[in-house]
């Protein structure tokens, strides 16, 4: 039977912690023959950091002070754990009853896995930006689990992974951006390059607060650094990248460009700029993948999604990768499956928004 190392790696969220800790108590009770010990990793302030002391105590966790970013912190989470298998999980997450159970089952039937990936549902107060974040594709990672029998990688709000194995690939990746950003998209292909599969579970579940995704402008910024950071993900992993469309970001940097010829009016790239997501809206209507009503939560999630875009094209372009900018990289072919429709109604709202731009100037 396997051991488990929950950790928890927080900087505040006091309102989070209280569930969470309550709900992990819960899990460790109802597998109690189970070896299990739960690590906090923490680096909050100190007024902060004497409360979240005193609930370790008070729920006997062990309590660790680490100044750092995610890597290292999930780093030293693999330092000070003593089980074989680590459960990472979110600090805005709280387990739902019977995860914990769901993952040893995994484990005891799949001897030869190194980790197994959860689902993370979202719960909490959902306005109109919360379906435009959910339009543009950022929580669809989260739901791996319920689509998929094997992945090649998975957010640490929800997975468990053995020690052993990620010492032996060197844990987690630390120098910036992975510092902050990634670091679980790249820690799933190392482990997979290696032969280490991780398994999906869609019963191992918990349930994260859209509170921490919601404000505007905080969220824009982890979008856009999510960008950039695609970039250093294509430079290591660049054995799995494929041809690809060139990106709106791009393709707007091209048509600006053109406006400075004589007979193209500035009032080109505005035009494209808006009738693409328009036209692409137009598409998926045509496809039955969008309703009429819903043509406002596509256009902003359009360019939320562009912002994210935005951030890998200046990062590309700043390391003077321009083949970068054609390519992406392909996780598996079940995504060219899923992929193909939309990048074609996204190539195609392109070229017909280039020729009545042109025209319409």
């Not at 003593?82 to 459960?87: A, F, V």
């Not at 007979?263 to 009429?292: A, H, N, Q, T």
């Not at 598996?332 to 990048?343: H, K, M, N, V």
Request: include cysteine; charged fraction near 25%; charge should be neutral.
């Amino acid at each position: 039977m396997v051991g488990f190392s929950i950790s928890i790696l927080t900087k505040g969220r006091l309102e989070c912690l209280v569930p969470l800790f309550s709900a992990v108590e819960r899990e460790k009770g109802d597998n109690s023959t189970i070896p299990c010990e739960v690590n906090i990793i923490d680096d909050s302030d100190p007024e902060e950091q004497k409360r979240i002391q005193e609930l370790c105590t008070q729920y006997g966790f062990n309590y660790y002070y680490f100044k750092g970013g995610i890597s290292p912190k999930r780093n030293e989470a693999i330092r000070r754990a003593s089980h074989e298998i680590i459960w990472f999980v979110d600090s805005d997450c709280e387990p739902q009853r019977g995860v914990m159970s769901a993952y040893v089952d995994t484990f005891d039937h799949n001897a030869n896995i190194s980790g197994v990936l959860g689902v993370v549902v979202f719960d909490g107060e959902k306005p109109f930006f919360w379906s435009v974040i959910e339009q543009a594709g950022f929580t669809t990672t989260f739901s791996f689990a319920k689509f998929m029998d094997y992945a090649l990688w998975g957010p640490c709000a929800n997975i468990c992974l053995r020690k052993k194995d990620l010492e032996s690939i060197g844990g987690f990746k630390e120098e910036p951006p992975y510092d902050y950003s990634a670091e679980d998209v790249d820690i799933g292909l190392r482990l997979n390059k290696k032969g280490f599969a991780i398994k999906c579970n869609p019963r191992a579940v918990v349930h994260h607060s859209t509170s921490t995704w919601l404000p505007f402008f905080p969220l824009c910024r982890k979008v856009f650094r999510w960008g950039r950071t695609d970039y250093y993900l294509m430079r290591d992993h660049y054995d799995m990248t494929f041809p690809e469309y060139p990106r709106f970001p791009f393709m707007i940097v091209l048509v600006g460009l053109a406006s400075l010829i004589p007979g193209i009016s500035f009032r080109m790239p505005l035009l494209f700029f808006v009738l693409v997501p328009v036209l692409l809206w137009f598409y998926k209507l045509l496809e039955k993948k969008s309703r009429i009503q819903d043509l406002c939560r596509d256009f902003f999630a359009f360019y939320l999604k562009q912002w994210y875009e935005t951030g890998f094209v200046i990062e590309s372009l700043r390391h003077s990768k321009f083949t970068y900018l054609f390519k992406k990289i392909l996780y598996g072919t079940p995504q060219l499956t899923f992929e193909i429709p939309d990048r074609t109604g996204m190539a195609l709202s392109m070229l017909l928004s280039l020729i009545l731009a042109f025209f319409l100037q």
